[in-house]
C-alpha cells in the first residue's frame, strides 16, 4: 500500500503539472505570462513544504493528507477552461502548496507504517514511477479527450492515493 500510495499520489500531481503550461495557454494566458507565472507557482511549493516542517503533528496525519487531497480535487477541476491571469496563478499555487505540504505527511505515514525502512525505500521508484507514469498517460490520452483528460486522470489518481494511505495510517 505505501507504494500505491506514492505512485498514485505523484502520478495524480505530475498529471497536472506536466500540463500546467498547456491549461495556461487553452485558458488564454500570453505565452509570454506564463514563464513568470510558473516560477511564481513554484514558490508556492516552497511554502507548502515550510508549513508542513512548521505544523508538523500539531493536526496528526490523517487530517492534512485528506484534507489537501480534497482540496486539490477541486482545484484540478477549477483548472480548466478559461482562465485570467490571476485565477490560473491562485488555483495552481494552491495545487503546488498542497502538493509540497502534503508530501512530507505521506512519507511519515510510510515511514511508520513499515520499522525496516523497506517502505520509504520502495516509495522512491514508486514515487519516480508515478512522476513519468501521470503525465504519460495524459499525453497518450489528449489527442482523444482533450484537455479534460488532465483533470480526470488527476482527480482518479489522488483518489485512489487517498485511499491506499488510510490503512496505512496509525
Known sequence: LSVCTMFFFYAGENAVWAFLEVIAEEGGIANSDIGALLGTIGLA???????????????????????T???????????????ETMSFLYLASIFN???????????????????SGRAVALSIPALGAGLTAGPLVVGVLLPNF??????????VALVLSAIAVLPLIR
Open 45 to 67: 511549493g516552497l511554502a507548502g513544504a515550510a508549513c508542513a516542517v512548521v505544523q508538523a503533528e500539531k493536526l496528526g496525519r490523517l487530517f492534512p493528507i485528506l484534507l
Open 146 to 155: 482533450g484537455l479534460s483528460i488532465v483533470n480526470t486522470i488527476a482527480i
Open 69 to 83: 487531497i480534497g482540496i486539490q480535487v477541486v482545484v484540478v477541476i477549477l483548472l480548466q477552461g478559461n482562465l
Open 97 to 115: 502548496f498542497l502538493w509540497n505540504y502534503c508530501a512530507p505527511y505521506l512519507f511519515a505515514v510510510v515511514a511508520d507504517s513499515d520499522s
